[in-house]
């Protein structure tokens, strides 16, 4: 019998309150570094949990950042979804809704979760592909930079092209781009 981890209090909080719906007529702004339920008054809470109410029915407004904040936490340890799959649909819901339309400085921090999340419930190689096109592309250059003899010369030349400023301006390459790639991968044999 495996005995599980005892669970904390903002855990067991965040599983109560999931499904949880308000109807408060009042507003109360929040702000928070590091927003959580427990910094929250109850006047707050009845506002946040109105805010989400209306947020899930697709009454997409603005609200406090820490607000919104403490809705993207929700979703990623998916709290009020029934799947890794649906809590990436409504991250990305989010994202369009909210971020691109009222608060887009939350941009890069769900640009970095949403890579966290799609491998950590591992939501498949296309996800992984979407979320990771410059590390992919980037390894691969760096995999041709470091073992060119396995790679044309075009390859090659094509991974300094993406690299320098002055590859398109060149009459030099432009007008003799094979010749040129052969010789560059010579040069950047013997150089390693």
Known sequence: VTIPPPATNSSIQRRFMADYEDHYDKFFAFKRFFP??????????????TWRTKWRRGDYHRTSTSYAYVYVYELLNNIGVNSPEEGYQRLVEFEQNYIEKFDSGMQPYLADWLKDY?????????????????????????????????????ELAEVFAKKTSYWKASKVIQTHSELFAAVLKCAWLELL
């Open 118 to 154: 799609v491998l950590y419930y591992d939501l498949g190689k296309e996800k992984i592909k979407t979320y990771f096109q410059n590390e992919l592309e980037q390894d691969r250059d760096n995999e041709i930079l470091h073992s060119p003899q396995k790679y044309s010369a075009t």
């Open 36 to 49: 959580s339920y427990h910094d929250m008054s109850v006047g707050q809470l009845r506002s946040y949990f």
